[in-house]
């Protein structure tokens, strides 16, 4: 485990063997149908980013789940948690896409709970998440771990390959 430290913030990354082993380009394909397939959320004038899946993409790649249980039990030491709330997406940008860099954060203002957010790379890119003070500097199959209340966005600039990246936010009680 490594960590990208600023003033105030901390991001924890993590290797995930799982998706190491799964991330090929049928893998890719697959991710980018699902998420091209499934609408974000059920708002008609929506503002998330043009291409993102539903909050579900873990439901339909039980590696992906297997992941985000494998990054909690490392992460807390302990198997003894329990998700109150995960939502876990996909975000697909193709060659050439200016991507939209909007600050935001992931917490949910009326949950109780450790609030944590991450973010994983599945194809290389160069361009990575800004927070206040630091940048991701994006390694594929690596999860980057940070609490829920940390306000970042995409780095603004034109994806040269196509890009795809799995995130999520949670709530887990222990």
Request: some cysteine; proline content about 3%.
């Amino acid at each position: 485990m490594d960590c990208l430290v600023g003033t105030k913030q901390m991001v924890e990354v993590f290797d995930c063997p799982y998706i190491s082993k799964a991330n090929n380009k049928k893998f890719q394909q697959d991710l980018i149908k699902y998420t091209k397939e499934t609408k974000c959320c059920e708002e008609e004038n929506c503002n998330h980013p043009k291409i993102q899946s539903d909050l579900k993409i873990d439901q339909a790649f039980s590696v992906i789940d297997d992941s985000i249980n494998n990054l909690f039990k490392t992460y807390l030491g302990a198997d003894n948690f329990i998700f109150t709330k995960k939502n876990v997406w996909g975000y697909y940008a193709s060659k050439d896409s200016q991507l939209q860099s909007v600050v935001h954060n992931h917490m949910f203002k009326k949950q109780k709970g450790l609030q944590l957010s991450a973010v994983m790379y599945i194809t290389p890119t160069k361009l990575g998440t800004d927070f206040t003070d630091f940048k991701i500097k994006p390694e594929i199959n690596k999860w980057y771990l940070w609490h829920s209340g940390l306000f970042h966005k995409p780095e603004a600039g034109v994806t040269h390959k196509d890009r795809i990246v799995l995130a999520f936010s949670s709530v887990i009680s222990i």
